[in-house]
């Protein structure tokens, strides 16, 4: 059974800051992928990283994916209150498999 | 571009009812998998179809079963509900059941009483 851990399980910070999440697992995922999720709403795509080693940025976003491809990071330069939400991975074992979610960190940014 | 939609947006039932939940795929997307996400968990894979067959199935009970239309559309279908079903209902779509990523719809939060 493929397991993904996710730390911090919560994060609060204030606005500006720059902070890290990680998403690990002991099995070799196909392709990985994150999301954010506000309550009461389904996640958003945010990336999705299949190479190993691959670093793919959005805006203040960073994306790494490591060269074993068993685990993940998210970088957020200077966070702001929008990012504020649940920050969800998921991997594929293969390309057809389901996806697997790790219980995601709360992020909260205070203005 | 219409993306993931899901009906209703909320629902409320009393244990061992049934409950129908639906789900249309964005736009040219043709595989429909769906999730349940308790309140403070990630989201559990429950069952995937593609042409018109459930390919996938989760560690999910048999109350749980799925049917997916000629136009791609699916539903999840749960007998004899749990308190332990409350949860929020996620569908998500993909391009063929091998895509690297999927698209979710904004869930469907179901309430047993």
């Known amino acids: 059974t493929q397991l993904l851990e996710q730390s911090p399980q919560f994060l609060s910070i204030q606005e500006g800051e720059n902070l890290t999440v990680y998403c690990n697992s002991s099995s070799v995922f196909s392709s990985l992928q994150w999301y954010r999720q506000e309550p009461g709403e389904g996640p958003v795509l945010l990336v999705t990283?299949?190479?190993?080693?691959e670093v793919k940025k959005l805006k203040r976003l960073t994306f790494q994916f490591g060269d074993a491809r068993k685990d993940s990071s998210l970088h957020i330069t200077a966070a702001q209150p929008g990012d504020t939400g649940l920050y969800l991975c998921a991997g594929a074992a293969d390309y057809g498999q389901n996806f697997v979610f790790g219980p995601g960190t709360r992020l909260s940014v205070l203005p | 571009d219409a993306g993931v939609t899901q009906s209703p947006t909320h629902l409320i039932k009393t244990r061992g009812q049934q409950v129908t939940l639906r789900c249309s795929p964005k736009?040219?997307?043709?595989?429909v998998s769906w999730y349940q996400q308790a309140l403070g968990q990630g989201p559990q894979f429950i069952f995937q179809?593609?042409?018109?067959?459930?390919?996938q199935r989760g560690n999910f009970p048999d109350r749980f079963s799925g049917h997916q239309f000629p136009n791609y559309s699916s539903e999840l279908n749960v007998n004899a509900l749990l308190l332990g079903d409350s949860a929020l209902y996620l569908c998500?779509?993909?391009?063929?059941?091998?895509?690297?990523?999927?698209?979710f719809g904004q869930g469907t939060r179901l309430t047993v009483v």
């Open positions: 736009s040219g997307h043709d595989t």
């Open positions: 179809y593609y042409e018109e067959e459930e390919r």
């Open positions: 990283v299949v190479t190993g080693g």
């Open positions: 998500a779509s993909s391009l063929g059941p091998r895509a690297a990523e999927a698209f």
